[in-house]
């Protein structure tokens, strides 16, 4: 009797800092996807090489080869994690500029694909504004966005040397987030057809 395969989550944080605040948050968050039952690959923007995207650049020579790269990577799983920053109220250039760079290939990744969102910050909000511009873009983008949120206030004090999470409550809400899109992102993927 064929078993189905994990769900297979791409994980990465629209920040390039080593100490990132919300890259710590995403290793806490992929582990908790992974206890739910998923497969999780951690991508490092910093391995992703795009320019600024610009459309003379583009028209000149198509598509650079890391976000064809990265396009195929979020083909092959059934959903995404991202963790997102705050920059001026804002999402990062960084992960716009990829989202940007994305949505230029020919078979545009992101229609259909599930994905969650998780943010953190120095300040009270936790990220919580760039998260929500960053939902809004997902779901502009034909993405299902998991309704479930995590946005951690006061992160430079949210965790252990060991990068584990120090309350127990925000623990909560990320273990919640990752059962969330690990079910949606089961009940969404197409049926492999074959034996």
Not at 104 to 123: E, H, I, K, L, Y
Request: aromatic share 4%; net charge neutral; proline share 7%.
């Amino acid at each position: 009797m064929a078993t189905t395969p994990p769900v297979r989550i791409l994980a990465f944080a629209g920040s390039a800092r080593r100490d990132s605040l919300n890259r710590k948050l995403l290793a806490v968050a992929a582990q908790a996807v992974r206890d739910s039952g998923a497969e999780v690959t951690v991508l490092d923007l910093n391995d992703v090489a795009l320019p600024l995207y610009h459309g003379d650049l583009e028209a000149a020579g198509g598509l650079p080869p890391a976000a064809a790269t990265l396009v195929a990577q979020i083909a092959a799983h059934d959903a995404l994690l991202l963790a997102s920053p705050e920059y001026n109220a804002s999402i990062t250039p960084l992960l716009k500029n990829t989202i940007d760079w994305c949505t230029r290939a020919d078979d545009d990744p992101f229609p259909g694909r599930v994905a969650a969102v998780v943010s953190a910050s120095p300040g009270q909000y936790g990220g919580s504004r760039s998260a929500a511009q960053l939902r809004a873009l997902l779901l502009h983008l034909g993405c299902h966005v998991v309704p479930a949120q995590c946005h951690v206030p006061r992160a430079h004090e949210a965790f252990d040397e060991s990068g584990a999470m120090k309350d127990a409550r925000a623990m909560k809400n990320v273990r919640a987030l990752a059962a969330d899109l690990v079910a949606l992102a089961a009940r969404l993927r197409p049926a492999k057809s074959g034996p």
